[in-house]
């Protein structure tokens, strides 16, 4: 749906400069939004703004913030609102994962992972979902996973965090439905972005064939247009649909073992 309002819009999207977060970048601007992009690296969102300015003549603010940082989301918000920008659509694109089994994982680096995952998402939608109930408008895209659907041996916590934030976005929906605020939860699968690399999950079997990750850009483009039409959420990627539906059926403890054997390493020994 296109912005075609005369007053200037802009959407904040988290984890801008890559993946998923640059692929929503690019279709908010294409469809006239301003964009607050914001990532940890000022060179790459420097990259971004040009790209967009260039192509698509909005105005691109960037916002050099690192989301692990205790404060950092409340010092986001708190910048934003003292340079006086509107947000009508707030996209909480940056998430982390660590690969492993839990109890030989560094935990420091898994609290960490929580941090981001949850507690600056849950900052971001607080203070921006309650400027948005002010003005009575607004849209929020929360990146979920399919991960939030199984228990996730080897991503034991990004799994956790995953179901908190599909959770999280399920209860705010329906506590602002009588308002003209809307939530949506996008549920991509394995896509093929830079997560792995971070992750260190470059031996998980579940990477090794490249042809069957998604492609970025379509699973953009499957969130961007459920946010449009207000959907609750959207499981991007027929294959997704099929197996979340199948978990809807299946014991957990069996999932987490199919997870299991998803995720294991190539090199594991039997």
């Known amino acids: 749906m296109k912005n075609e309002t005369n007053v200037e ?6 984890g801008a400069s890559t993946g998923i977060g640059y692929e929503l970048a690019k279709l908010f601007a294409a469809d006239g939004y301003n964009i607050i992009a914001v990532a940890r690296t000022q060179d790459d969102l ?4 040009q790209e967009l300015t260039a192509q698509h003549g909005v105005k691109v603010e960037v916002l050099v913030k690192d989301l692990f940082g205790e404060n950092a989301a409340s010092e986001l918000y708190e910048e934003v609102k003292s340079r006086g920008f509107v947000v009508n659509v707030l996209v909480n694109d940056a998430g982390q994962g660590v690969y492993g089994l839990f109890a030989e994982s560094d935990i420091d680096q898994q609290i960490k992972i929580i941090h981001l995952n949850i507690v600056s998402l849950t900052r971001l939608t607080y203070y921006f979902m309650k ?15 399919v991960a939030s659907e199984t228990p996730g041996p080897y991503q034991a916590v990004y799994h956790a ?12 929906i329906s506590e602002v439905k ?19 690399a971070k992750a260190d999950m470059l031996d998980s079997k579940a990477v090794q064939d490249k042809s069957k990750l998604a492609d970025p850009a379509k699973v953009a483009r499957d969130g961007y247009e459920a946010l449009m039409k207000g959907d609750d959420k959207i499981v991007s990627g027929a294959k997704n649909k099929f197996q979340t539906a199948l978990g809807n059926i299946m014991p957990d403890t069996m999932l987490a073992d199919q997870v299991r054997k998803q995720q294991e390493p190539v090199n594991k020994k039997e």
């Open 161 to 172: 965090t995953k179901a908190f934030v599909l959770s999280l976005t399920e209860a705010l």
């Open 9 to 14: 819009q802009y959407a904040l999207i988290t």
């Open 178 to 196: 009588d308002s003209a605020v809307t939530l949506t939860a996008l549920q991509p699968g394995a896509t093929d972005t830079d997560f792995f």
């Open 131 to 145: 400027d948005m109930l002010a003005r009575n408008e607004g849209k929020i895209l929360q990146l979920a996973s």
């Open 46 to 49: 420097e990259r971004v703004k």
